[in-house]
Nanobody, 130 residues
Framework: QVQLVELGGGSVQAGGSLRVSCAAF???????????MGWFRQAPGKEREGVAA????????YYADSVKGRFTISQDLAKNALYLVMNGLKPEDTAMYYC????????????????????WGQGTQVTVSS
């Protein structure tokens, strides 16, 4: 079993920057079983959408078109941590941001689909004002 805890978030004006972090907790075996991690967001009345993802081995990254060039996902395997740096924030980026971890994706599954993931954090709010 893996527990994920998000930190960071908050309120910022449009054009500003924020960083959210995610810490993974669990047994060594559980942590080492994670093959990919991602950030998702969900605004009120909308479906949860994938923002960015990273493969834990190799570090290959994936981004939603809406955040490419503005957001950067990274990991620190020694600290079991995941980060998302958000620059050039827009009001439409306002949402609850969730950290997720996955074990083994189905063939052809997208790393930006919520159903691909096994574990979820409780979320942290990001609010961007115009």
């Amino acid at each position: 079993q893996v527990q994920l805890v998000e930190l960071g978030g908050g309120s910022v004006q449009a054009g500003g920057s924020l960083r959210v972090s995610c810490a993974a907790f669990g047994s060594t075996t559980s942590i080492y079983s994670i093959r990919y991690m991602g950030w998702f967001r969900q605004a009120p009345g909308k479906e949860r959408e994938g923002v960015a993802a990273i493969q834990t081995i190799g570090g290959l990254t994936y981004y939603a078109d809406s955040v490419k060039g503005r957001f950067t996902i990274s990991q620190d395997l020694a600290k079991n941590a995941l980060y998302l740096v958000m620059n050039g924030l827009k009001p439409e980026d306002t949402a609850m941001y969730y950290c997720a971890a996955g074990l083994s994706p189905r063939i052809g599954a997208s790393y930006l689909y919520p159903s691909t993931y096994n574990y979820w954090g409780q979320g942290t709010q990001v609010t961007v004002s115009s």
